[in-house]
């Protein structure tokens, strides 16, 4: 009889990587996912979320389910506080594609869908602290992409003139963070992940 897999989706921290261990020496003070859950043997994420990055991950001991959600055009959509007032002619841009770097070569951003929120959104409190409005106006934008290169949000807000400092993954497909606690993990069926 087949080994029945198990999923999960998680509230990945701030300053924690996206894996369960690592043999660099630069990496021995790093966060791990595995402080979070006692994960089964042969457990993956399902794609990653940089270090400075938080928000939904999900995770499967399926590595046939992982390839196809990470190789399919499956939505992931994020939620960006930018610096500054970020115009609509710049959404427009992003919107369109821009042109970041990857891998040592310039790569235009296939077309997505962008725009400001009317507010801030509900999100628990990073662990470390954000500037404020105070140090100038900030906005919060919603980014959905169907491709996943490496920091592409920030890279492109920052294409645009607007870095990022704070970027939360809220969805996945058809699945959505809600309000899962920062750090918390879920037990997640995935047989109808595709809607």
Not at 104 to 124: E, I, R, S, W
Not at 135 to 152: A, C, D, M, N, Y
Not at 178 to 194: H, S
Request: glycine share 8%.
């Amino acid at each position: 009889m087949a080994r029945k897999h198990q999923h999960f989706k998680m509230y990945k921290p701030y300053g924690m990587l996206s894996q369960f261990a690592s043999n660099s020496t630069q990496q021995k003070r790093k966060r791990f996912l595995g402080e979070l859950s006692d994960f089964p043997e042969n457990t993956m994420p399902i794609g990653r979320l940089d270090e400075k990055s938080e928000g939904l991950l999900l995770l499967t001991t399926n590595g046939k389910l992982s390839n196809f959600i990470n190789s399919s055009s499956i939505e992931k959509e994020y939620y960006a506080l930018v610096d500054g007032a970020i115009s609509e002619e710049d959404i427009l841009q992003l919107c369109n594609g821009v042109e970041i770097g990857f891998n040592g070569k310039k790569y235009q951003t296939k077309p997505c869908n962008v725009f400001k929120l009317d507010h801030a959104p509900n999100l628990p409190e990073r662990q470390k602290k954000i500037r404020d409005e105070r140090h100038g106006p900030t906005t919060w934008i919603s980014v959905t992409l169907t491709e996943g290169k490496f920091r592409q949000v920030r890279k492109m807000t920052s294409a645009v003139g607007c870095s990022t400092l704070r970027l939360v993954r809220i969805r996945v497909g058809n699945i959505h963070l809600k309000t899962l606690p920062i750090g918390a993990v879920e037990d997640l069926d995935l047989t109808n992940f595709i809607t």
